[in-house]
């Protein structure tokens, strides 16, 4: 239940139509969704890094998924009562219900044709909200759209998701959790799955919204634009270890869309394996060659880690270690 909202809202209408790279600048149908759950000063460098956007979102929307730690309640309270902050904000407090509920809480409040949903401990360069725009402006039958990540924390690298369409997204996830969507889709496919609470609801939202527009395809921009941040304890890390438990579960809810796609689900999980191994391969044979350190697919692997397979969390487990 929510038990406390402070809004500052504004009342221009939203359309869902293209506008100028001049209008972008000065107004845009993005409204921003960030969920925090005990994120202390990180929510606040969320903020700051929609509020400096090239092309700023027509409003943040902030979900606290029912904080405990006194640090975190305060910093939204900082934020609550930042006048300088140039963005109107709209602040939902609930008792703790998973990211897909909170992340489904902010958006059953915007308005826009187009929503961002952000992790409170994440951040954005000035420029993601208009690159991004401008891939979904362009495509009709786009639904969503994001870019390349920057991995900071335990880990620096980057990390390339290729987006696709729905025959991509079976054999893994092919998009960041930070993404722009249009608003529609999530109401047509019944948004973010809210039982599912040990990870790979992003993974699930986004077979849903394919599933549910079959000629869509979802987007992104070449560029590291999110700063992604990593920890050994991070739940994206942690889900890994119920990964086939969490496939199962995906397949299963999505059965129809596998049974249309199955050569393309087993060749894309038959794909990632088989780079994988020779991968490993490479990394044996060079050890024995060498007497010692890593062959260039080893490093390349540390430096950009495959996204949606695993691959960030071998990479985080890999330098933790180190």
């Known amino acids: 239940?929510?038990?406390?909202?402070?809004d500052r809202r504004s009342t221009r209408k939203f359309s869902d139509k293209p506008i100028s790279k001049e209008g972008m600048n000065v107004n845009s149908d993005v409204e921003a969704v960030v969920t925090s759950f005990n994120q202390e000063n990180?929510?606040?460098?969320?903020?700051?890094?929609?509020?400096?956007?090239?092309?700023?979102?027509?409003?943040?929307?902030?979900?606290?998924?029912g904080s405990t730690d006194k640090e975190s309640i305060q910093v939204l309270h900082q934020i609550e009562t930042d006048s300088k902050l140039p963005v109107p904000i709209l602040i939902i407090r609930q008792q703790n219900g998973g990211v897909s509920a909170a992340r489904n809480a902010g958006i059953r409040k915007t308005e826009a044709p187009f929503v961002l949903?952000?992790?409170?401990?994440?951040?954005?360069?000035?420029?993601y909200m208009e690159e991004v725009c401008k891939l979904l402006y362009a495509n009709p039958t786009m639904i969503a759209a994001s870019s390349w990540m920057h991995i900071f924390g335990v880990l620096d690298a980057v990390a390339r998701?290729?987006?696709?369409?729905?025959?991509?997204?079976?054999?893994?996830?092919?998009?960041?959790?930070?993404?722009?969507?249009?608003?529609?889709?999530?109401?047509?496919?019944?948004?973010?799955?809210?039982?599912?609470?040990?990870?790979?609801?992003?993974?699930?939202?986004?077979?849903?919204?394919?599933?549910?527009?079959?000629?869509?395809f979802i987007g992104i921009v070449e560029k590291p634009?999110?700063?992604?941040?990593?920890?050994?304890?991070?739940?994206?890390?942690?889900?890994?270890?119920?990964?086939?438990?969490?496939?199962?579960?995906?397949?299963?809810?999505?059965?129809?869309?596998?049974?249309?796609?199955?050569?393309?689900?087993?060749?894309?999980?038959?794909?990632?394996?088989?780079?994988?191994?020779?991968?490993?391969?490479?990394?044996?044979m060079q050890s024995k060659l060498t007497n010692g350190g890593m062959c260039g697919m080893s490093d390349q692997f540390m430096e950009n880690p495959s996204y949606g397979d695993g691959g960030i969390a071998a990479a985080v487990r890999i330098a933790s270690a180190l």
């Open 225 to 284: 634009l999110i700063h992604y941040r990593t920890t050994p304890v991070s739940s994206n890390i942690k889900s890994m270890d119920k990964r086939l438990e969490l496939m199962r579960f995906i397949i299963g809810k999505h059965v129809s869309i596998y049974r249309e796609h199955v050569a393309d689900a087993v060749l894309g999980v038959e794909a990632i394996s088989m780079a994988r191994l020779y991968g490993w391969e490479s990394e044996i």
């Open 161 to 216: 998701p290729g987006g696709g369409n729905v025959s991509a997204f079976l054999s893994h996830n092919c998009c960041p959790a930070t993404h722009i969507f249009r608003r529609r889709i999530w109401e047509q496919c019944g948004g973010y799955d809210e039982t599912m609470r040990s990870g790979f609801e992003d993974w699930d939202f986004f077979l849903s919204m394919l599933e549910t527009a079959p000629d869509g």
């Open 117 to 127: 949903v952000l992790d409170g401990d994440d951040s954005l360069e000035p420029g």
């Open 1 to 6: 239940m929510i038990s406390a909202i402070y």
């Open 42 to 65: 990180m929510i606040y460098e969320a903020v700051k890094s929609l509020c400096r956007q090239t092309m700023r979102p027509k409003r943040i929307i902030i979900v606290d998924d």
